[in-house]
């Protein structure tokens, strides 16, 4: 009786089998995650002599010029796969004069790394107006007060000349407005800048997870963006949005944030004909860096997980936060 009970119902599929040992865990596992799959953004500020802290993102800074300079040759040195900058101007006005100005902060900053480090890693740059504005928001405005889609657009073609110039090698399109990547492609084609390529944020979605990002770039914003982000609730508008980029011209798309989307990121993971990137937002990082201070939680072991499960779920490089520290820390494979 007992004999038989256990031949027929005893275990034999027996996953645990390939748990056993570290060796054997290593040799099943499905994902890496290597210092070039991420991507480090970084915010430079005009006008500061040393980095500034930024109280709602534990680790990370505003950086001056000087500092950015040496925190890109750190990314470079650990290997990440590039930096992605933004910009934080001293003066702010209507159309964002200081997005298109070559003696702006952000294209400085660009002009100031680019050489120095843009053989080893991938000099990117936001593409976007909100950091310039004097209202906050990522186009121009109407008489109304309404984001004006094609008036910004002639806003970010100039932008992508100037960012070009400077010597980005990638344009994060990040602004969501109607044709951006057929727009900014024909002006950088036409202006001989054909090397330029283009990320598309093309799943952008309204987040609240954008919180302490607001703070890192003195956001002006007191209304929303939900007239051109996505809503939460809308995957199939994820997807739609990740094809018409792919039809104007997108070299990536992106889809972002990225651990509250991981379904629109598989979506898009599974049609996408170009690399599918996921940003992994200021208040993704801010929430795991905020716990592990309390001692909540291990901060390292959080953010690994975070990374993995977002490349698990379909996407080729993140944008994070951590990817430097967890870099030099040894953590990645
Ligand atoms: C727009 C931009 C934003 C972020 C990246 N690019 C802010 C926004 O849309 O409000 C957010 C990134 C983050 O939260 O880490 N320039």
Request: hydrophobic share 45%; charged share 25%.
């Amino acid at each position: 009786m007992t004999d038989t009970f256990s031949r027929d119902l005893a275990p034999r599929i027996r996953p645990r089998r390939l748990r056993q040992s570290a060796a054997m865990r290593r040799l099943v596992s499905e994902t890496e995650l290597s210092p070039r799959h991420l991507v480090l953004p970084l915010f430079v500020r005009e006008g500061l002599d040393a980095p500034q802290p930024i109280a709602s993102m534990p680790g990370v800074e505003q950086h001056s010029l000087d500092s950015l300079r040496r925190i890109a040759a750190e990314a470079a040195e650990a290997g990440l796969g590039g930096v992605m900058l933004f910009g934080v101007p001293a003066s702010r006005d209507a159309v964002g004069s200081g997005a298109t100005d070559p003696e702006g902060i952000l294209n400085v900053a660009t002009r100031a790394i680019a050489d120095e480090v843009g053989d080893a890693l991938v000099v990117q740059t936001d593409l976007c107006l909100d950091e310039f504005t004097d209202h906050g928001h990522c186009g121009v405005l109407d008489a109304r007060g309404r984001v004006d889609n094609d008036a910004t657009l002639e806003r970010y073609t100039a932008m992508a000349i100037a960012q070009a110039e400077a010597g980005s090698q990638l344009l994060g399109l990040s602004g969501m407005m109607d044709g951006q990547t057929a727009a900014v492609r024909t002006a950088l084609d036409d202006a001989g800048h054909t090397d330029v390529a283009l990320l598309a944020y093309s799943a952008k979605y309204a987040s609240a997870f954008y919180g302490p990002f607001r703070d890192a770039v003195d956001s002006q914003l007191t209304g929303d963006r939900r007239t051109y982000q996505l809503d939460p609730a809308n995957g199939r508008e994820g997807v739609r949005e990740a094809l018409i980029d792919l039809e104007e011209g997108a070299d990536v798309v992106m889809v972002k944030p990225a651990l509250a989307y991981l379904d629109v990121l598989r979506q898009v993971a599974d049609l996408s004909t170009v690399p599918v990137w996921a940003y992994m937002v200021s208040g993704e990082y801010a929430m795991i860096a905020a716990a592990a201070q309390n001692g909540w939680l291990d901060g390292d072991r959080a953010q690994l997980e975070a990374l993995i499960s977002i490349r698990r779920a379909g996407a080729d490089a993140v944008l994070s936060y951590a990817a430097l520290d967890l870099a030099q820390k040894g953590l990645l494979s």
